[in-house]
Structure formats: C-alpha cells, structure tokens
C-alpha cells in the first residue's frame, strides 16, 4: 500500500516557520543555556512511513497530562477502574467482631485501639489493654491468643505496673516473642490483596516506591502486570504480598497524585504481561482539520490498521531523550547517563526542578537532595547514591544504587 507522512509538507512547513527549534544532534548537549526548548517528534525517532495515502489532519497530544487516560484491562477483558476507596469491611473485621461477640474479651474501645495501632496511625509505640481481672493467668493467656489471632504484626506481653499485672501490645521485631502467633497471616486469606490504583502524573515506579516506602517494606513486595505513562491519568491492578487491606487502605489520606481500593484477596499474585491490553481515551487539542478528512482517516484506521511502531513514549516524554540514557549505559558511560537523568528539563514540580537545578550548579548531591524530602523517585535515588558515595564522582556506584520495583 501508499504510504504518506501524518502531516502534510505544507503544514510542516508553516509550523516550523511559526516555532524554530534547534534539533539535538546525536552527540547530546548537557548546556542547558539553549534558548529554545526542542521536543523528540515522530521523525526523529525513524517514525514516518504511514499504511493510509489520505490527506492528514492536525492535533496535539497530551498538551495536558489530564488529556491522556488509560485504563489497563485484565486477562477477562474487563476495564481495571477505581470505584470503592471505603475502608474494606472484610475478612479481617467481621472476623475480629465474630470473636469479640463470641469470647467478650476485647471491648469496642482496644479494638479499635489496636486496628490504629496496627496500621500506624497511632504515634505510640506500644498500647496497653486493660482487664477486667488482670490477676487470672488464664483470662490473659485466651487475651493473648486472641490478640496473636486477629492481629499478626503485634505482640502482647503481661508486664508488672505500679505492683500491678497489665498487658502491653508492641509492634514485632525487638523483644521476646512470647504469645506471638504460629500462623501469622491467616490460613483462610489468600497471600495476595490486589487492589486498583490510580495515578495523574506519576509513573508506575514511582508511584510503587513511594507505597512501598510509606509502608517500610521492600518495593519487590509489589507486582503489576505492565507499566503505565507518566503523563497521563492511569489505572492498573497491583497485587501486595501479605498486606492487609486495612493498612492499604490508611496510605491514601497522605498519598499524593494516587489513590488506591477495590482491595480483595488473591492466592496468586499479578505478573507481568497478565493482561489483555490498555484502553485509551484521548484528547487532541489545537485541532485543525475537515470532517470529511477526519472521516476517511478514522474509517482508513478501522478497515487497514496501522504499523504499529514503538510510541513516542518509549524514547521519553520530556526533553531529554530516555534511550540517550540507555545509550550511555550501554557503552559505560556512566558520569553522562547521570547527569542526563539529572539535567534539568521544562514542565516538572517545583521541587524537582528546583534540585535538578541545585545540582546542575553546584554539583553538590547532598544539597540537591534536600529539596526532594521524601521522595523515592529515581533522582532522588540517584543523588542519595552520589552523597552517600566514596566520593563525589562516583557515578557507577551511585547508578547501581538505584531500586526499581
């Protein structure tokens, strides 16, 4: 078949004559003192052949992150979409309220002072439970067991207060291990939550670093069946190795640009390449064209198809080009796969702009990581290598520093 570019030479022709930009040449340029900002187009990256020999039409893509939205479909052909946030009201909790009702031995108020404290939204390091009779070894032997059941992360301990026996309930890993549950995750739930998450412009490993971190767990403790744009509004499935609903559930009153729920659990957890595809939904803006033009082409694109090359996204959607990183990587370059990673770049938060700034004036890792307090991107990774290196070049050990999920 014909083939034809996406945009006509008289069109190409008048927007370079609008807008004149400087290409980058294949030997990138770290001097951020251009006065003209060029973006990767089409061509750039050898997509230019086209099956359709129709006229084109013009459009900008993702000129706003809110313009792009994605959603992953799952193995049965069903859009992932977030539609519950409550606080999940199983197994867990109608478990705890059967064996309060039934033993009557923790009231309304320690449970609820122990899911708090479970799920870390209680600033204390421990919680003590009070009883009725504290004296009768065997009512706090069954308050231990009861505690170790509902509660697999606490342990509780009788201590001696004011000449008094009482029980005090602390997270686990210091101390002794008395009372602690034989089975600490339940034998009737599965070892998995999945649960849907939704982001607006944040990547999928960013977004998983930062969960992960909030939970003080290892980011390989979460797996997604594919990666989802930055520049976007996204969602996915992931699935969360023996993570309780409840404590997913408390990290979207301080998560920013994500929202996670529809929590569930599952025996298996989601790998990658499980799903069946990504629904896209997607605004062109800046539109000039004829109906008429717009009609052949859509009508070309359902009865040919199209080559499907890689997408723009593949070489980066900022200005500096992400297979220009790998490039660097691949021949060794390390100092230069850094430090495109941590050039500055137009369109970012003011604190990620602000250290790649910092950075790029004074070198200076440390102070540069400072203005990204809390972050677990890769630049804030990157620099935490480089200031906690041998030395301040220490490129190779700072890049090997770098997690990903």
């Known amino acids: 078949m014909a083939t034809t570019k996406r945009v006509n030479e ?11 930009k400087v290409k980058l040449d294949d030997d990138v340029s770290t001097d951020t003192s251009q006065p003209n900002v060029y973006f990767l187009q089409e061509k750039d990256v050898g997509i230019t052949e086209y099956i359709s020999d129709h006229n084109s039409f013009f459009g900008i893509l993702k000129q706003r992150y809110s313009d792009f939205l994605v959603n992953e479909v799952d193995l049965t ?20 309220q059967k064996l309060k009702d039934v033993d009557n ?54 201590k001696q207060e004011d000449g008094k026996k009482c029980l005090v309930v602390s997270k686990k890993g210091g101390g002794p291990k008395r009372h602690a549950s034989k089975s600490p ?23 998983i670093n930062t969960i992960a971190h909030l939970l003080k767990m290892k980011n390989g403790s979460f797996t997604y069946a594919g990666t ?25 009153s301080c998560l920013r640009g994500i929202t996670i729920g529809n929590f569930h659990y599952e025996k298996e ?3 990658l390449g499980q799903l069946a595809g990504n629904r896209f939904s997607v605004i062109l803006r800046n539109f000039s064209g004829e ?40 021949l060794s370059r390390w ?42 991107c890769i630049e804030a990774m990157l620099l935490h290598g480089l200031a906690a290196g041998r030395h301040r070049n220490d490129y190779l050990g700072a890049i090997n520093s770098v997690s990903v999920a």
């Open 10 to 20: 008289q069109t190409e022709e008048t927007e370079n004559q609008k807008t004149k």
């Open 77 to 96: 052909g069903n859009a992932v979409q977030l539609t519950d946030i409550s606080r999940p009201t199983f197994p867990e909790t109608e478990k705890k």
């Open 228 to 252: 989802k744009d930055k520049r976007g509004k996204t969602t996915q499935a992931v699935s969360a190795f023996r993570v309780t609903a409840d404590r997913l559930h408390c990290l979207n």
């Open 105 to 158: 031995l923790l009231s309304e108020e320690d449970i609820q002072k122990l899911d708090e404290f479970e799920m870390g939204s209680a600033s204390v390091s421990s919680v003590m439970i009070s009883l009725a009779d504290c004296e009768d070894k065997a009512l706090r032997t069954r308050v231990h067991r009861v505690i170790a059941n509902l509660y697999p992360s606490l342990e509780s301990e009788t």
């Open 335 to 376: 100092q230069e796969a850094a430090e495109l990673i941590l050039q500055p770049r137009q369109g970012e938060r003011n604190e990620v702009a602000e250290a790649r700034s910092l950075f790029w004036e004074t070198r200076d890792a440390r102070a540069a990581l400072s203005k990204l307090p809390k972050r677990r």
């Open 269 to 271: 957890p989601l790998k």
């Open 291 to 330: 109906d008429s033009v717009v009609d052949v082409a859509m009508t070309s694109m359902r009865d040919n198809g199209f080559i499907n090359y890689y997408g723009m996204q593949r070489f980066g959607t900022t200005t500096i080009p992400t297979h220009h990183v790998g490039r660097a990587l691949l």
């Open 185 to 207: 995750w339940p034998t009737d739930r599965g070892h998995y939550c999945h649960f849907a998450m939704y982001k607006e412009n944040r990547d999928t490993t960013d977004a």
